[in-house]
Nanobody, 119 residues
Framework: QVQLVESGGGLVQAGGSLRLSCTASGKSISINAMGWYRQAPGNQRELVALITSGSTNYADSVKGRFTISRDNAKNTVYLQMNSLKPEDTAVYYC??????????????WGQGTQVFVSS
């Protein structure tokens, strides 16, 4: 079993910054990818940013403003969010794709952290 614990959400004014963190814990896990999704009221959950061992992917709406990074030793992923806009307001969910010792792949989600950007 893998647990994802998020932190760093909150309230910020437009143009401000926030940094989200998410740490994965579990026995004998190998993480293929970690990332962040978000869901605003009335909207579907959407990809924000994803990082693997060799690449990063961003939603077009956050390119140039958000940066995803990963500390493999700590099984932690970060999302630095700059130049925040009111439309970035959403619940942000941490995501991890994990491979166990048998080679099985599973997807895990954090509990979500609220980001609210005021205009």
């Amino acid at each position: 079993q893998v647990q994802l614990v998020e932190s760093g959400g909150g309230l910020v004014q437009a143009g401000g910054s926030l940094r989200l963190s998410c740490t994965a814990s579990g026995k004998s896990i190998s993480i293929n990818a970690m990332g962040w999704y978000r869901q605003a009221p009335g909207n579907q959950r959407e990809l924000v940013a994803l990082i693997t061992s060799g690449s990063t992917n961003y939603a077009d709406s956050v390119k140039g403003r958000f940066t995803i990074s990963r500390d493999n030793a700590k099984n932690t992923v970060y999302l630095q969010m700059n130049s925040l806009k009111p439309e970035d307001t959403a619940v942000y969910y941490c995501y991890a794709q994990v491979r166990n010792t048998y080679g099985d792949v599973y997807n895990y989600w954090g509990q979500g952290t609220q980001v609210f950007v005021s205009s």
